[in-house]
C-alpha cells in the first residue's frame, strides 16, 4: 500500500526546533527510519512537508489521483484552527491518522482542541517519533 506522510509548519525545523520536546532526528532521519520499516513490510511511503495551508490542501485532494491508501498527517499549529484542512482530509476520501510527537493534552489549552481528528480514523499523540512507526502498525485497523 502507498501511505502519505504529511507535515505541516515548523515540522522542517525537527532536530533543531525544541530537542527537548521533539528530540535530536531530523524529520529527513524520520522519515528514513519509517521508510525502512514500510519498506519491511510491503508498504511504499510518500512524504512532503510544507509551512504553507495551500501546498497541504492540494497534496490531500490529489492523493488519491496517486494511489495513495492511507494518509498519516501531522498539520502542527494548523491541528488547531484549520477547517480548510479539516475538509481537504474529509475530501480526499481516504483513511487518515493524525500524529503528533508532543502530548498536545498536557500542553496549552489552544493546543488541546484538534479540528482533524474528527475526519481522522485515529490520533497518535505523545509518543515522539515513535508515533509514525505506529500509524503503519495500526494501518490494517483503520483501512
Not at 64 to 83: C, F, K, Q, R, W
Not at 103 to 113: C, S
Request: hydrophobic content about 45%.
Amino acid at each position: 500500500m502507498k501511505v502519505l506522510y504529511l507535515f505541516g509548519p515548523n515540522l522542517g525545523a525537527l532536530g533543531r526546533r525544541e530537542p527537548s520536546l521533539y528530540g535530536s532526528e531530523s524529520l529527513e532521519e524520520i522519515m528514513a527510519s519509517v521508510e525502512e520499516r514500510a519498506t519491511g513490510m510491503g508498504h511504499e511511503v510518500l512524504w512532503r512537508q510544507s509551512d504553507h495551508e495551500g501546498d497541504l490542501v492540494g497534496w490531500l485532494l490529489g492523493a488519491a489521483a496517486e494511489d495513495v491508501g492511507v494518509i498519516v498527517i501531522n498539520p502542527g499549529a494548523l491541528t488547531h484552527y484549520s477547517y480548510a484542512l479539516r475538509d481537504a482530509i474529509e475530501a480526499a476520501g481516504l483513511p487518515a491518522i493524525e500524529v503528533h510527537m508532543s502530548n498536545t493534552q498536557a500542553r496549552e489549552d489552544f493546543r488541546r482542541r484538534s479540528v482533524v481528528s474528527e475526519v481522522c480514523r485515529a490520533s497518535i499523540i505523545g509518543l515522539g517519533a515513535g508515533g509514525y512507526h505506529l500509524a503503519l502498525e495500526a494501518m490494517p485497523w483503520i483501512t
